[in-house]
Structures are given as structure tokens and as C-alpha cells.
């Protein structure tokens, strides 16, 4: 490194030439009076601009969308991800829409009885339903309701039983 | 046999900031004494200040940017941890600032240069740099600098960086390292390649001896 600092001689030579430029005189003397008024405005009137409190709080968010003014070719490249991003949702979400709306649905033409879903989940259900004539569905509207002969025919496959009171004989 | 008599050290009271140690003047400032702050400043605001003109090449960017610089620093002091010293840490923030403000002003050179001090012309290294011996020799003080700083605003800013915190202020490799959170082996490239770079720009102009 001393061999090649050897080579630079009169270059660094040259560049000592920047230690004497300097500002204006007295400059100096009210700089700090400057800055401390400046934080002193600041914190009165709350003068922080959106983007300023932003960068001192997250500063990384604003480092990150520096990469953005200084690379525009990034814009694009993240433009391109979050449009990939946001189709690949909406593929997603559609296919797994249709794939729960063919699981849930049922056809009308089918008996409840006849599904296995419906055996699987509900067997005491299917029971019921067999000998009491309450049709079973997946809707929770519909699943007990009862059918209109419920009570017009109370003896047939009713859910009532008649009670009695006998008295006891003594 | 003369002494020479220097002038006597004003006596700093410690407990008025002027007197204090940096430590103390960043606790206080940290619970928001602007006076002690205020002292912080003063003490760092000219190497500040020159590391960013040295970077810009003009005087009213410069001005702004050491400015919010200290700003900053002043909103971010809780952040500050102390794992380095608050010199180094505000030279960080000094150094980004300018490096992201130069990336957008990319292109937009405008230099209002400062004058050079009459103390140049005295200065030993430039008497013998202008002297008949140096390919230097036939430009006058101010167009050297003219040159000089054109050349270095062809360099990438990361190499300006080095330069300048380097050769024209004196600051070790290791601080650089730590200012520009590199290590000490990118810094000694980054500054061979950039001396590299300027002798080759100001040998356009530079006759020989």
C-alpha cells in the first residue's frame, strides 16, 4: 500500500488544495443557533412532515422505497411480482371456492339418505328422518324442519306419544 | 534564549457545556437540553459541513444537507445506542443523507464552490505542487480547483466518499470503514481505484514537466 500511496504523491498533494476551500466568513458562527431554532420550530409547531416522521421511525421502510427513485428498473420488476402475487390469489381462491361449492353442494333429485356425506354425519339424523319424515339437508334452515303431515297425523310415525295417567290402585 | 509564551487554555467550568465531555452532552441532549445539543454542534459542525461541500461541490447544498444532518440527528438521538462514539454515528447519518441526495440529484451538477483561503497560497504543499517541477505548474490556484473538483464529481459517490473522507480529511481506514459500514479492505480498494480514477481525469489537462 505504501508503494501505491508513493504513486499518488502529487495527486494527494492536490487534493489538500480542498482544505482551504471554505464558506463564507462568520458562517459558522451562527450555524448551530440555526439548527437548534430549526428542532426548536419543529417540535412547536409539530412542522414533521409525514415522509419526515416516517423516516425516523421506519427508517428501513424509507430505505426501501429509495431503491425505487434510484432503480426505476425495480418499480417494474415489483410491479410485476405484486400483479403475479395478486392473480395467483384470485386463481387460488376461485379454485378452492369451486372445489368447497362441489363438496357442499348436493343434488335435489338425490335422497338424503342416499348421500354418504350426510350418512356419515348424521346417522341418528337419517334415522330420524326415515321414520319420522323430516328431511335431512346440509342447510341448517332447512334440516328440521318438519313436514306438513307432522301433526295432521299425529298416530302415524309421529314424534308425539300419547301419555296416560292412570291412578293407582289401592 | 526567548520562550515563547503560548496563550493560556480558558478554564471550561464542567458543568457548562462547553466543559463537558461528549458522553454527558449526548445524555443530556437525549432528554432534549438543546443547550447541551447545541454545544455538540459546535464542536462537529465544521468537519460536518466539510465532508459535505467536499461531496456536493457547492455551498448551498451543503449548507442544507449538514443542517438536516443535525436534525436528524437530534430526533434519532434515542436510537443511539453508544456502540460507537456520537462522532462516528453522526457522520453516518451525514454520509447517507448526502450519498441518497447526490443518487437523486444524479446528473445536475451545479457547483458554487467556496473560495480558497489566502492561507493556500502559503500553504508548503501547494507552493511546491505549483512549483516549475509538477506537470501543475502552468494552472493557477483556481482553476485547479475548478478541475480538481470536476474530476471528482466523475467518481461513483461511494468512491467520492472515500477520497474525501480520506485524503482531504484525514480520516483513518478504520473510521471510514465504520462511518461507511464497510470493511477496512473495501475502503483501501475504493480509494486506490478512486485515486486511480482522478489522476487519470486530471492528467488530461495536467503538462508535463
Redesign the interface.
Known sequence: MNENDNNFTELKQLLKLKRHEVPPPGYFENFSGQVTSRIRAGEAGGQRTFAERLEAEVPWAVSFLRIFETRPGVIGAFATCVCLLLVSVVVHSSRADKAARLAMSIPSSTSVSGSPMASMAAPALMAASDSSGIIASTNPVTSLEPVSTLFAQPGSGSLFQPAGFGVPAH | MSMIMSEPAPIQDANTPAGMLEGDLVKRARRGD?AA??EL??RY??RI?ATV??MTAN?ED??DL??ES???A???LKSFRGGSSFYTWLYRIAVNKTI?FL??RKNKHHFS?????F??EN?P??V??TSDK???RAVG?TE??KK?NEALMRLSEPHRMV??LH??QGQSHDEIAEIMDCNIGTV?SRL?YA?QQ??GY?AEYAKPA
Open positions: 438543546l445539543y447545541d454542534v459546535q459542525q465544521q459541513y461541500y467536499h455551498h451543503a449548507n449538514a443542517q443535525f436534525i436528524k437530534f430526533q434519532a441518497n443518487k437523486q464552490l467556496n473560495d480558497i483561503d492561507n493556500a500553504d504543499d501547494l511546491a505542487l509538477t506537470p501543475f490556484l485547479l480547483q480538481l477520497v474525501v485524503d482531504v483501501r486506490f485515486r482522478l489522476q486530471l
